[in-house]
């Protein structure tokens, strides 16, 4: 069963930065793709960008490209979102995915909340 752990989340004024970290484990890490989702209230659930194994193929939703940068260490079991010139619209509890290439994501980390202040 895989686990994971979301961290690195909390309060900052707008154009700030902030680095998520999602600690995978359970499974052999280099086997998943790891996808970053983000939940603001009242707002369904959204992508917010993902990785494959090798960090050579990364995506993002349109709504962060240039701001933030996902990234993996397979050495750390460990998946990061680098977040510069957060906005309030960014405010949201963000989490961490895991799946199988081709497939979806199966599983979930409990989330870490993100505000950005105005």
């Known amino acids: 069963q895989v686990q994971l752990v979301e961290s690195g989340g909390g309060l900052v004024q707008a154009g700030g930065s902030l680095r998520l970290s999602c600690a995978f484990s359970?499974?052999?890490?280099?086997?998943?793709?790891m996808g970053w989702f983000r939940q603001a209230p009242g707002k369904e659930r959204e992508f917010v960008s993902g990785?494959?194994?090798?960090?050579?193929?990364?995506g993002y939703a349109d709504s962060v490209k240039g701001r933030f940068t996902v990234s993996r260490d397979n050495a750390k079991n460990t998946v990061y979102l680098q977040m510069n010139s957060l906005k309030p619209e960014d405010t949201a509890v963000y989490y961490c995915?895991?799946?199988?290439?081709?497939?979806?994501?199966?599983?979930w980390g409990q989330g870490t909340q993100v505000t950005v202040s105005s």
């Open positions: 990785i494959r194994w090798s960090g050579a193929s990364t």
């Open positions: 359970g499974r052999t890490f280099s086997d998943y793709v």
């Open positions: 995915a895991a799946g199988r290439v081709g497939g979806s994501y199966d599983f």
